[in-house]
């Protein structure tokens, strides 16, 4: 009895728990169905701000991923200021230098280094060229600009130098005092070094201390022989270019440096790889 009691007690208590159960997932399910819908026709109402948002997910994606440049490129550091030739990257190069006439064609040329009227009287340059690095050439196009106003002119006599000619002017003349080491480079290696003087309207030369390439203390800056007409000249053009930043050198009157000289590489492109 005692056992049939237990088991009709137990099976009343298993039914009640199973009643209990059946109303419990009746709940959870009717939960669950509520919140369905309120999800869905949260969807829906907000379905044009969702596609907005994946849509920017998905450009931002691209932008990143296909469009942007690589981030080294931004951070890439400064040129080494060492004699170093960069003739391996052939396709880098005519980028590097422009031809000054496409720049300002009212500066004139009188590429020294193109004939024998140079103090070594041998032709070293196949075409009478002016290249340079792009800034340096806009910063003597506003010399030529200013000059302009006065009724002057710059004339060029040599700009970027090829290492390999530099090399066969220290065959020539192995001295530090005329040549700069080919070891080392020139400034004019850089395509950031001029060599001019000023003439007027007519192109005949402003009256200077000393011709181009002459060496001897005539050509120092702090010259004062010679006549009166010759010094102001001088001063003149050290005047001009130095008011658009340009270095001057103390030994040659005709010479001037980039201020950034340091940050360009030396090279050794021909001048007829340049397109005009
Ligand atoms: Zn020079």
Redesign the pocket.
């Known amino acids: 009895m005692l056992i049939f009691s237990s088991l009709g007690q137990f099976r009343s208590i298993t039914e009640a728990s199973h009643l209990n159960l059946i109303a419990i997932e009746r709940k959870t399910v009717k939960i669950v169905v509520e919140f369905w819908h309120a999800f869905s026709r949260t969807v829906h109402r907000y379905r044009f701000v969702g596609l907005i948002l994946v849509t920017g997910l998905l450009l931002g994606s691209i932008n990143h991923f296909v469009l942007s440049e690589p981030t080294h490129l931004h951070t890439e550091p400064p040129h080494s200021p060492q004699a170093r030739p960069t003739a391996a990257h052939p396709a880098k190069q005519p980028g590097q230098l422009v031809d000054i006439q496409q720049i300002n064609p009212n500066i004139r040329l009188d590429i020294r280094y193109a004939t024998k009227n140079n103090f070594v009287q041998q032709k070293l340059y196949q075409q009478p060229r002016c290249l340079l690095r792009p800034h340096v050439a806009d910063r003597l196009s506003r010399v030529q600009q200013d000059l302009e106003k006065q009724g002057l002119r710059l004339k060029v ?2 700009c970027y130098r090829p290492l390999s000619v530099q090399k066969k002017l220290w065959k020539i003349l192995p001295d530090p005092n005329y040549v700069a080491d080919p070891s080392v480079g ?3 290696n850089r395509g950031s ?3 001019l003087s000023l003439v007027d309207r007519e192109g005949d030369e402003l009256e200077m201390p000393t011709e181009f390439d002459s060496f001897s203390p005539k050509a120092h800056l702090d010259y004062m022989g010679g006549s009166a007409g010759s010094r102001q000249n001088r001063d003149f053009l050290q005047q001009v270019m130095k008011k658009q930043g340009f270095l001057p ?1 103390q030994t ?1 009157w ?3 440096d980039d201020p950034d000289w340091k940050s360009y590489p030396v090279l050794d492109i021909p001048l007829d790889a340049v397109q005009p």
């Open positions: 006599f040599d020139s400034r004019h070094a001029v060599d050198l040659e005709w010479h001037f």
